[in-house]
């Protein structure tokens, strides 16, 4: 039969024997032996433990910033993908203008923004050096977009400048029909729509909690598809001139819809800027002036077949398309000015931070060296001490109340009344 109690008696002897062992730790750390060795182990944990703190802030001080430059990245491949599709459907429009009205003032412009595609997409190009799936997307737009100029803008033009005059659909192909080519540009258009999706998908990954860079990306997205609707409602307008078709009426529609939907949500996102706020404002009212003064009036008179009438309006709606855009571009240069500002002054306080940082560390550790070294002096000077006898105090104390008394016994009887019995001469 097993006995209970060696059974109890087990978990005690574990106790005790855990309590044993930390009651050996403990003595042997709090007592005097190896006193140098701890103390110099105490102050070089401190070092470790305050150089891994810092090592850790860098590091996360360091991740930020990569953060940050390939949020950066991301956002202009973003924008400069946009720019070229909004370049894409202006190169179009100014392509319609000239087959509508022959005039020549359209071709430098024209020209302008086929040079300004190429340098754009090499720009392009090099940002996404390292993505060959964005690298070949990018290779199809500048595909499409060069097709489009050498098999139709160009003959067209060409052939419309040969016949000046009213453009008709028998001179301007010799088809009967007007080949605009949207098939290869909306192909262009899909490939950039796709880029730029995948690169929304990237910066929707890198924003983390920067409400700031949120805000800034969301109004640098936004505001080259506001440019694009406007430049859709012209080319549109033109489209329908040119054709009569109401496939291009639809299409005009859908893009003032457009400018409405990204005009409220810029609104919304610079609420807090006044000055932003009040050119968003302006542009929407010169957008309404062009739509009421312009395109409307074109779109009535085409189709009442007043030629001559679409002719007369076309010079008030370009000059008041060339104000709409000025007033776009400087509102995009006071976005990226604020965003760059905000940028930098981001970037300068990680840096005060990291610099802040490692002072308190340098201090720290100054301070823990210093401390240690104090210790350890104080520590050697207590035991190189010599070591006196400790009953020779009190012996010093009985004999000084000793003289004391012998002298107040001098002054009242005078030296010779008392003498100690060593001090008397043997008789």
């Not at 005690?12 to 701890?38: C, E, M, P, T, Y």
């Amino acid at each position: 039969m097993v006995d209970p109690s060696v059974d109890a008696s087990v978990p005690n002897s574990l106790k005790a024997r855990h309590r044993s062992i930390f009651g050996h730790v403990a003595d042997w750390l709090f007592s005097q032996r190896h006193f140098h060795l701890k103390l110099l182990s105490g102050t070089t944990v401190g070092v470790i433990v305050i150089i891994f703190l810092v090592g850790v802030f860098l590091l996360v001080t360091l991740r930020d910033h990569y953060q940050d430059s390939l949020r950066t990245h991301t956002i202009e491949v973003m924008r400069l993908s946009s720019l070229i599709e909004n370049d894409i459907a202006g190169l179009e429009s100014g392509h319609r203008g000239y087959l509508l009205s022959a005039n020549e003032n359209y071709i430098e412009p024209f020209e302008k923004k086929r040079d300004l595609i190429r340098q754009r997409v090499d720009d392009l190009t090099v940002l996404i050096l390292e993505n060959p799936r964005q690298r070949k997307r990018v290779i199809k737009v500048q595909e499409a977009v060069q097709k489009w100029l050498d098999t139709v803008a160009t003959p067209e033009m060409s052939a419309r400048r040969r016949a000046k005059g009213t453009a008709t659909k028998s001179e301007t192909n010799p088809a009967g029909t007007l080949a605009l080519g949207n098939d290869l540009l909306n192909q262009a258009r899909e490939v950039l729509q796709s880029l730029q999706d995948e690169e929304q998908i990237v910066l929707n990954q890198r924003m983390h909690d920067q409400d700031w860079a949120t805000q800034s990306a969301q109004i640098l997205n936004f505001l080259p598809k506001l440019d694009r609707a406007v430049v859709e409602m012209e080319k549109e307008k033109r489209g329908y001139l040119l054709t009569g078709e109401n496939s291009f009426v639809e299409a005009y529609k859908r893009a003032v819809t457009d400018f409405y939907t990204y005009n409220g949500y810029l609104s919304i996102l610079v609420a807090n800027s006044p000055a932003q706020a009040e050119l968003l404002a302006e542009i929407r009212s010169s957008v309404e002036g062009w739509i009421n003064k312009s395109a409307v009036p074109q779109i009535d008179a085409k189709r009442a077949s007043k030629d001559a009438e679409v002719l007369a309006l076309i010079g008030s709606g370009e000059t008041l398309m060339a104000d709409i855009r000025q007033m776009l571009t400087n509102f995009e240069k006071n976005e990226l000015s604020h965003y760059e500002l905000r940028a930098s002054l981001a970037t300068r306080q990680r840096i005060l931070r990291t610099s802040a940082l490692a002072l308190l560390a340098l201090v720290a550790v100054s301070l823990d060296e210093s401390v240690g070294g104090k210790d350890v002096r104080l520590s050697r000077q207590r035991n190189d001490r010599p070591q006196f006898d400790s009953a020779r105090p009190q012996t010093l104390r009985k004999r000084t109340r000793f003289e004391a008394g012998r002298l107040q016994l001098d002054r009242a009887h005078g030296p010779h009344r008392w003498q100690h019995p060593r001090s008397r001469p043997n008789t």
